[in-house]
């Protein structure tokens, strides 16, 4: 069942699923940040205001990888000459983040080009004036011309988010080793500082702060989407660093032994999984995004205190075979966007606005880590149920689209070619039927969005760690 996967997606002989995602993005949608695959046009998003070529930006390390050369001078060459930041737009400082500054470092981390430097840092300092607020906790909303932030509305009285304010250190410690400019890291390394200050109700981070009074709005935790991709920095942080970054170790240990604690539980069929947290009561329901903390567990297994090493890693696991289950359990063996275990249902979608795949990786994710670190078949033939499901079920004449109902065998496309798709859930597929020596773990810490950063960059400049 793995043979014909290492034989189609591997390094071996590039990723037909990428050039199809590639080339019919290139045919009706180049330079525009997505691809309708069905309209076969272009989509915008409102998530990069009038900043265009997110799937460009996002796809640019994934061709290198992959040495698909031609596509990736093509890419480079639409970066030098259009990727144009002087536009009057409002951003999301987080999706800007992770897609566009740490896909551009990426690309000049592995090609050493430097237009991508340069324009990592030219985007960086646009984002710097989200930072201006009375804590240093950013906006999650900026006018990158105006200077102007704000946050999204609906988030609890006026808050910042936690996996949006928490899902940049990695991207700015290394915005300010490649400019000398301090500031980058300066803003990052502060936002530990408020949290630190902070009461943390049962030894856990709600999803809510007010960059305005520094405190938290209303006490809810998840470890999925809202909170999800700040843990996953802090363990990242660290091992960034060549394992110096102690305050980042033990931010991340100390939370994990929380969520421990209070958040994970075994339904009655026996499958681990992660609620959320409310007030104090929990929801048992786990989403799609959560799933990507199965690799984060196995991940952080080998600095595990007391003797945790072997406990980390069966964590790991067990999150991967309930994901695993979340997938199997539909008509299409593709995973809903949330799943619940209450009222006699394990691992299923039990309402309509939670039945959809949007080409997500997270799951895919999981199955990479387990891999590489426990070189466990089943994680292979598990990835490769993935790659018939997704060749069966989201492969149109266009591109890939995301599905609305993953129970209902009479597929409904959502007609969206999510620039995620090209950057995570084809990159993460790719290496995990690739050899071990492909970005081995000990030199390269992925970012939120699957972009590679290297750990020994920073070895030299300890300055911006501490």
Known sequence: MVAPAICCISATCGSPMMKHAWDNYKRYAWGLNELK????????SNLFGNIQGATIVDALDTLYIMEMKEEFKEAKEWVEKNLDFNVNAEISVFEVNIR???????????????????????LGEKLLPAFNTPTGIPWALLNIKSGIG????????????????????LEFIHLSHLSGNLLFAEKVMNIRKVLNRLDKP???????????????????????????????????????SGKTDEEGRKMYYDAVQAIETHLIRKSSGGLTYIAEWKGGLLEHKMGHLTCFAGGMFALGADGAPNDKTGHH???????????????????????????RFDGGVEAIATRQNEKYYILRPEVIETYMYMWRLTHDPKYRQWGWEAVEALEKYCRVDGGYSGIRDVYNNHQSHDDVQQSFFLSETLKYLYLLFSEDDLLPFEHWVFNTEAHPLPVSALQSAPALIL
Not at 37 to 44: D, N, T
């Open 100 to 122: 566009f500054v740490g896909g551009l470092l990426s690309a000049y981390y592995l090609s050493g080009e430097e237009i991508f430097r340069k324009k990592a840092v030219e």
């Open 202 to 240: 049962e030894g856990l981070y709600p999803n809510y702060l007010n960059p305005s009074s520094g405190q938290w709005g209303q006490h809810h935790v998840s470890i999925g989407g809202l909170g999800d991709s700040f843990y996953e920095y802090l363990l990242k942080a660290w091992l960034m």
């Open 313 to 339: 890693i069966e964590l790991g696991a067990e999150i991967a075979r309930t994901c695993h289950e979340s997938y199997d359990r539909t008509s299409m063996k593709l995973g809903p966007e949330a799943f």
């Open 37 to 44: 695959p069905i309209s076969k046009q272009g989509h915008s």
């Open 150 to 169: 704000r946050n999204w509305p609906w988030a609890s009285g006026g808050s910042s988010i936690l996996a949006e304010f928490g899902t940049l250190h």
